[in-house]
């Protein structure tokens, strides 16, 4: 018995050891998705980037423009909801192959990630209900509030840098929600989210945002030296001189959001 599990468990390294090889034998990124067929991209649900339509397919800018890059490629697109906090990890550890989610272009991204380069304009803003909306017009009018706010993102790094309260959920729909339900004053989430999402004649018509907290970029995030990095930017820069950004972008109303290529 003691011989048969000695074999078993040497059988069970050399195998480990075999698929470690093999997985390694990549050279780069770009071998590694198209071998494998697909690029998984990681997202959470943020309408209008990345979020499910009726037919429960995830549709959006974000989401369009990724399909056209996996189109380029020659791979399938696999979308994976991934916690924003812990996209690096996912990353690293090729659960996922690119952020692609209106990540912000910051020093942390930069320092973690190959980034593409910036694609559309955003900024921080404070959602509040419609009714209260004239309290909160200054940043100063904010001190006091409970803030619901995205872990992990770049809302909840202004909030930390104002010394303001917050309360960290899931994703910025779960954000909104705890506004709505009166679990929090206010919320923080991107400025393409509230125009798609708040408002009159939207899924948060109680809700309005007021102060705009900073101004960002949205870049993709790939592997740490990811060769798909040069690729992804060329795709950019054709999508844009041939039409086909701004016709995806003015499919989701986030068109004076892009920026030229």
């Known amino acids: 018995m003691k011989k048969l599990f000695v074999l078993v468990l040497s059988l069970w390294i050399v195998s480990l050891f075999a698929a470690c090889g093999k997985q390694s034998s990549?050279?780069?990124?770009?071998?590694?998705?198209?071998?494998?067929?697909?690029?998984?991209?990681?997202?959470?649900?943020?309408?209008?980037?990345?979020?499910?339509?009726?037919?429960?397919?995830?549709?959006?800018?974000?989401?369009d423009m990724a399909k056209g890059f996996g189109e380029k490629l020659g791979v399938e697109i696999e979308f994976v909801e991934i916690g924003?906090?812990?996209k690096l990890m996912e990353l690293e550890g090729?659960?996922?192959?690119?952020?692609?989610?209106?990540?912000?272009?910051?020093?942390?991204?930069?320092?973690g990630m190959e980034c593409s380069k910036p694609y559309c304009n955003?900024?921080?803003v404070v959602i509040v209900p419609m009714e209260k909306a004239d309290q909160y017009q200054t940043v100063e009018s904010l001190?006091?509030?409970?803030?619901?706010?995205?872990?992990?993102?770049?809302?909840?790094?202004?909030l930390q840098s104002l010394n303001l309260n917050?309360?960290?959920?899931?994703?910025?729909?779960?954000?909104?929600?705890?506004?709505?339900?009166?679990?929090?004053?206010?919320?923080?989430?991107?400025?393409?989210?509230?125009?798609?999402?708040?408002?009159?004649?939207?899924?948060?018509s109680n809700l309005t945002y007021t102060v705009s907290l900073n101004s960002e970029q949205y870049a993709v995030g790939l592997r740490k030296g990811s060769d798909l990095a040069k690729?992804?930017?060329?795709?950019?820069d054709?999508?844009?001189t041939d039409g086909t950004t701004m016709k995806i972008a003015e499919q989701y109303g986030v068109q004076a959001a892009v920026i030229e290529q």
């Open 26 to 63: 990549f050279e780069n990124d770009m071998e590694y998705v198209k071998n494998k067929g697909k690029l998984v991209v990681g997202i959470t649900n943020f309408e209008p980037m990345d979020y499910k339509n009726d037919a429960g397919q995830w549709v959006g800018f974000d989401a």
């Open 122 to 124: 955003n900024a921080q």
């Open 166 to 204: 917050f309360i960290s959920v899931k994703d910025q729909s779960d954000a909104l929600m705890e506004v709505t339900s009166r679990t929090a004053d206010a919320a923080v989430i991107d400025s393409l989210m509230a125009g798609a999402m708040v408002g009159e004649k939207t899924a948060y």
């Open 238 to 240: 054709a999508s844009y």
């Open 94 to 111: 090729k659960t996922i192959d690119c952020v692609w989610n209106g990540m912000t272009l910051n020093d942390e991204t930069k320092k």
């Open 84 to 86: 924003w906090d812990s």
């Open 231 to 236: 690729e992804l930017n060329d795709f950019l």
């Open 143 to 158: 001190s006091g509030l409970t803030f619901a706010v995205e872990s992990g993102s770049a809302g909840e790094k202004q």
